[in-house]
Structures are given as C-alpha cells and as structure tokens.
Nanobody
Framework: QVQLVESGGGLVQPGGSLRLSCTAS????????MGWFRQTPLTGRNFVAA????????AYADPVRGRTSIGADRAANSVTMPMDNLKPEDTATYFC??????????????????WGPGTQGNVSS
C-alpha cells in the first residue's frame, strides 16, 4: 500500500497563488509518476499536471499551462505544484495520485493506482 497526503490548499483571491504539495509513504515504488487532478461537483475529475520521479518529464493540462510548474523530489517521494494567477474556475478539490504506467496517458486517472484524500483550493474575492 502507498499512502499519499496533500497539503497547501486554502482560500486565495483571484490573481493569488497556492503551493500544493504531496508526499507518498509506505511501499512507494522506486520510480513513479505523480499527478494532480482536480474535481468539482459540476466538472467531475480533471487532469492538472504530472511529473516523473526525476522531474525530467512533465505534463500539463491546457487550463493551467503557463501558470504552474510541477516539481519532483525523489528522495522525499514528494511533488510540489505552485499555482499562480489563480482564477475562480481553479476552485476545486485537488487530489494527488501516484502510478507506474510510464507509457500510459498521464492525464488518465485510471493509470494511477493510489490517491490522496484531497485538499481544497478556493479562489474567491
């Protein structure tokens, strides 16, 4: 089993920033992909960004491209994802996930085996 814990959510004003972090523990694979997905009652779960264990490969969804830069810390089995210039439509529950399907579609949540409980990010004035 792998456990994931997210942190960094909160309430910010439009144009503000959040720094989301996720740390894996337990039987963490040596090489991994960690991804962020977000979910709202209206939109369902959507891909945000992902990175591999050494930070050499990243992927971003179009709505956040240019406003975030996901980073990996292999030694700590963690990822960070600062998000800038936040918009009200960024309001969501953000989930971290970990997987090992390197050849799969990283934007597909089905390719990730373990998920964290989520952290809420609210963007509102």
């Amino acid at each position: 089993q792998v456990q994931l814990v997210e942190s960094g959510g909160g309430l910010v004003q439009p144009g503000g920033s959040l720094r989301l972090s996720c740390t894996a523990s337990g039987r963490t694979p040596k090489n991994w992909i960690m991804g962020w997905f977000r979910q709202t009652p209206l939109t369902g779960r959507n891909f945000v960004a992902a990175v591999n264990w050494n930070g050499g490969t990243t992927a971003y969804a179009d709505p956040v491209r240019g406003r975030t830069s996901i980073g990996a810390d292999r030694a700590a089995n963690s990822v960070t994802m600062p998000m800038d210039n936040l918009k009200p439509e960024d309001t969501a529950t953000y989930f971290c996930a970990i997987g090992t399907k390197f050849g799969g579609d990283w934007s597909n949540g089905a390719n990730f085996g373990y998920w964290g409980p989520g952290t809420q990010g609210n963007v509102s004035s």
